[in-house]
């Protein structure tokens, strides 16, 4: 009988070999019931042919070995999990459902370290793992708190004289190494209230020739739910693909065929929807182009506007230094033109707008929000608080703050002075510490704390009207993100489907992450007192500040001290 230790060892080396041919897989989650694939022999993927099939049991295996070995299998993804399937009955074979819930072990976790529990009669055994990471059943990754646990229950009994599984949990539990070898990120991709922009919707694959066709059909089901109302999709309720349901793919072009749809949609909505089926398949390395049928009829490309894939971010970040607004530019710091002399206002947390055209800062240790225009001499109120937190503007102009002790509610202040409360109602009873909104102005992340608790940090999306106008409220099924930190210091957008913060686990120090909106995070480095960070559009160009008005930049995955440079609360535009 192989022991489960050679049985961990054969394992460790297939990851290895994986993970060798997988080197262009970065930072990545796993789907649960999503409509995920798997890798054939004939898939044409790498991993395909230089993974090596994990162990199946060994005649005598006891129940904890079969367990444990079906748990490891779970990694091997060939034939259709068919090494974790022999582990079970063949009737539970036919049933299990490795898609359905898929949960994240930390890369420290052994299996052969995880506490059991056998029944007297030898038939049923239960099993708890920590967990730091689940994807739902439609490939949407959410983050779980310190100490998260997933206990699970199996039901075993003899088939031929030999221990196997009669009763499995669906879905998988895999470390983190395996997650970012096996399943892939990719975005599916909506549209901006005004339709100027694409929005992603970061979900999570398993690495499979059947790939497109999973994505499609998440497309047609539309956004996550915290994406829900603000963002907008061209393709009709009730879209199916047609024929044989699945995309094909020949000589790099992906064919997409759609059902007939009533009513039949106009030319500029054939070429909206064409144009969101385009941008979420053509990231796939396999595929060049598209052609799209909807009911029989091709969808030419010319009708397919042209829609900007994200924000740009042309100015330099804005800095407190000497008393006065300042930009960064390289290793120097150079005071804003018409800055007032702000060392006697308590200022802090200055943001500049996408275009340039106005700054805002607190004064008054938070009580006042101010504004600047770039062509006016003076600074004007535009909002005042008890003690509102940092301000951040969207595409719009409008400026988002919001209290420190909150009653579930925050404030923007429209380009024209109009004040929107917007109600966030997970907020009430929290203390917010920071208003981040997304440069594409759908989403919003909220670093807030409560007594006794991890700090959060809540990215959910904002409703708006066609002037761009915020709804009443926000919607109503914020995702956690980097959910398994104990402290998060600050926080800021850092791309559009990441974020980057200044975070630790217990007992640790803060140090800036890099942190998937719908994904798992990657400590950048070290920085020794970090108490501010904002990220670049691109998510290379980070800044942090010290609490001594230190200024760090992050380039070519290192940090570079700017050196005889004092400075605080960095903020990029937007």
Sequence with gaps: MKSTRSRRSRMTMLLL????????????????????????????????????????????????????????????????????????????????????????????????????????????LTMSAPVVGLVDSSGVYSSTKPGTQSTMEFSLRQENGEWRISS?????????????TIFLNYSLEFFTSDYSYLVPDSRWFLR?????????????????????????????????????????????????????????PSEREKGLIRQQIAATLQ???????IELTIGGQVVPASLQPKTDSSVQVDGPPVVLADGHLSRVSGTTVAKVENSPNLEKAKASDPAVSLDDSLYVYLQKNGKELMRLKSDAVDATSILNGKKLVRPSIDRFNTTWTGESANKGELKAVGRDGKVFTVAADFLAGRRLVDVEVSRDGTRVALLSRH??????????????????????????????????????????????????ALAAERGEKAQPFRIGVTGPSAQLGEVSDGSRISGGVDGRS?????????LYSYNSNAWQKLVDVAAKDPSYPG
């Excluded at 490795?98 to 506490?115: A, F, G, I, W």
């Excluded at 499995?168 to 970012?180: E, Y």
């Excluded at 349901?245 to 039949?264: C, D, K, R």
């Design 168 to 180: 499995a949990p669906n879905g998988l539990l895999i470390s983190q190494t395996d997650f970012q």
């Design 542 to 550: 980070i800044l942090v500040t010290s609490s001594a008005g230190e």
């Design 208 to 264: 499979s020739s059947s790939t497109p066709t999973a994505l499609m059909n998440e497309l047609l089901s539309g956004p996550a739910p915290y994406l829900s109302s603000a963002v907008i999709t061209a393709i009709p309720d009730g879209a199916k693909l047609s024929d044989s349901n699945v995309v094909t793919i020949e000589n790099g072009v992906a064919h997409v065929a759609l059902g007939a749809q009533s009513p039949a």
């Design 17 to 124: 070999s994986m993970c060798a041919s997988l080197a262009l897989v970065g930072c990545s989650s796993i789907p649960t019931s999503s409509p995920v694939g798997h890798i054939e022999d004939d898939s044409g993927d790498p991993a395909a042919s230089n993974a090596r099939i994990p162990d199946g049991p060994e005649p005598g295996d006891s129940i904890s070995e079969i367990v444990r070995g079906f748990l490891a299998a779970g990694a091997g993804t060939g034939n259709n999990f068919s090494v974790a399937r022999s582990f079970l009955t063949e009737a539970e074979a036919q049933e299990w459902s490795p898609q359905e819930s898929v949960s994240v072990m930390p890369n420290d976790t052994d299996l052969d370290s995880l506490n059991s529990e056998v029944t007297s009669d030898q038939k049923t």
């Design 283 to 289: 990231v796939i390395p396999s595929i060049s182009s």
């Design 451 to 500: 007594k006794g608790e991890p700090d959060r940090i809540d990215v959910v999306g904002i409703p708006r009207d066609k002037a761009g106008n915020p709804g009443d409220s926000v919607s109503e099924s914020p995702i956690a993100v980097g959910a398994n930190f104990d402290e998060v210091k600050d926080v800021s957008w850092a791309g559009s489907t990441s974020l980057v």
